[in-house]
């Protein structure tokens, strides 16, 4: 069940143009999914609500294919700028969606821990900019250390251009991104950089692709899928269907409230 993406040298190049220096201290190591984990929407969605009459034309729609959800995204980007949707309609947009139950007192708990307690990462299938425009609004940017997400910037035409992460081998994920591979590489590579493992490392999130990357996690480490979303149920049936295959510890939320409990009995172990 596992995807062992071959890390290529494109793959590589655009980790090196995110990483600035993190100390090497860190006792943990949490990754946050963003869609339906830190914000209660999907951004994807939330962005068609900034078209003409809040909705997309059905030829639009239609040229999706399962897979390639990225590409039609670039579409439905290009399509937004050719109706005139400016980068702040855009931005402000992005900046009503809620945050999930519970949320923003998880980002406290984080922010009023000690420096060494947690390196903080975001690994998301929307984009940069989505990711960067709520976080800057609900001031919790610079908790994190890292966001590994499709990049997107405004070109001189006013168009939000988007691109793949990174391409992979794995069968059970969209071309774009295998989380599994940005995961396995950031914490290979962070290993060596430290000299040194994490205690543990957390992952929070709620979608089938959050399930890849939570099944290379070890016995240690904990798994915090939201609660009745594809995630958790993608765990529930790996305990049934392969006992032993899913080895993390699992604690699902339904509220971030439960995720800050068991992290406060965690780090003080």
Known sequence: ANCHGRPTPRRT?????????????????????????????????????????????GWLKDTYQPGRYNEYMQRVLAYLAEQGVTESDIRSTMEKMPSTPGMLTLFQFLRN?????????????????????????????????????????????????????????CPRCPDNMCKQV??????????????????????????????????????????????????HRLITETHESMPGEFKAVTVPWVSAEEVVQRLRKLVAE
Not at 193 to 215: H, K, L, S, T
């Open 113 to 169: 821990r000690p420096p060494q307690d947690f390196e903080v990462i975001l690994v998301s299938d929307a984009n940069t900019y989505f990711i960067e425009s709520w976080l800057r609004r609900a001031g919790a940017r610079q908790l994190f250390h890292r966001i590994f997400s499709n990049p997107a910037t405004f070109n001189k035409d006013g168009r939000l251009v988007m691109k793949p992460f990174h391409s992979h081998d």
């Open 13 to 57: 190049d655009i980790m090196a143009s995110h990483s600035g220096h993190i100390s090497s201290d860190k006792r943990f190591l949490i990754f946050f999914d963003f869609d339906e984990t830190i914000v209660d929407e999907t951004s994807d969605d939330m962005v068609v609500q900034a078209a003409p009459g809040q909705h997309l034309p």
């Open 182 to 231: 940005i995961v396995r590489d950031y914490v290979a590579r962070r290993k060596q950089e430290r000299g040194r493992p994490y205690q543990r490392i957390f992952y929070v999130g709620d979608g089938a692709n959050d399930f890849c990357p939570a099944a290379a996690l070890g016995p240690r480490d904990v798994a915090f899928p939201r609660r009745d979303f594809p995630m």
